[in-house]
């Protein structure tokens, strides 16, 4: 009886330790290309009529187009260099709104 106590805790031990890691993770570069697009709709966008800063910038909307089909490195890459062309420097990966 304790050889089948001792293996269910093992069990049970096992299936906590690798649950966490099978539930829905997103892929670091997804998290980061995400995180990148929130930072510009936040900062980024000027506060005046007619403006194409923010959601509505062309830039921003084809690095989220790449995102969205997977290509994350490319939209990592054209949200920094927008991101540094607009000076607004690039938030660490621990950045959340």
């Known amino acids: 009886m304790s050889d089948l106590f ?3 805790i093992l069990v049970v031990l096992v299936v906590a330790v ?4 099978a539930i829905a993770q997103v892929p670091a570069s997804e998290a980061r290309c995400d995180q990148l ?3 510009f709709d936040y900062y980024g966008q000027s506060r ?6 923010g959601a509505r910038n062309m830039t ?4 989220e187009s790449d995102c969205d089909d997977g290509d994350f490195a490319e939209g990592i890459a054209i949200m920094e260099k927008l ?3 607009k000076r607004m420097g690039i938030p660490g990966p621990d ?3």
């Open 6 to 8: 001792m293996r269910s």
């Open 18 to 21: 690798l649950a966490p890691s």
């Open 37 to 39: 697009i929130k930072y």
């Open 48 to 53: 005046g009529e007619g403006v194409t800063d």
């Open 60 to 63: 921003r909307i084809g690095a």
């Open 83 to 85: 991101l540094r062309g």
């Open 95 to 97: 950045w959340t709104r």
